[in-house]
């Protein structure tokens, strides 16, 4: 099993970049597919963006493509999620999750692909 706790969450203005972390526990991170969902309020959890085992692979949401970027650093054991050209409308909880999979390269962008989630970490933008 493996322990996700995100983090970098914060208060924003609008136009502006952030940062979000997920840190992974254990000593086998790089089983891992990531993937980053956010939640908004009164909205269900969607998808904003995955990345595969190696980080050969990444995959967004049409919502967030050319302003979001994924990362990892497996020798940090750690996720991140590059948040830039920030609009009101991408303020959420953001959730980090992982998949383990024996594929090298590939990503995942469902819900239920993931077995493991963090707690996540809150994003406001403001107006």
């Known amino acids: 099993q493996v322990q996700l706790v995100e983090s970098g969450g914060g208060l924003v203005q609008a136009g502006g970049s952030l940062s979000v972390s997920c840190a992974a526990s254990?000593?086998?991170?790089?089983?891992?597919?990531m993937g980053w969902f956010r939640q908004a309020p009164g909205k269900e959890r969607e998808f904003v963006a995955a990345i595969s085992r190696t980080g050969s692979s990444t995959y967004y949401a049409d919502s967030v493509k050319g302003r979001f970027t994924i990362s990892r650093d497996n020798a940090k054991n750690t996720v991140y999620l590059q948040m830039n050209s920030l609009k009101p409308e991408d303020t959420a909880v953001y959730y980090c999750a992982a998949r383990n999979t024996y594929s090298m390269h590939s990503y995942y962008y469902t819900i239920n692909d993931y077995a493991y989630w963090g707690q996540g970490t809150q994003v406001t933008v403001s107006s």
């Open positions: 254990g000593r086998t991170f790089n089983i891992y597919a």
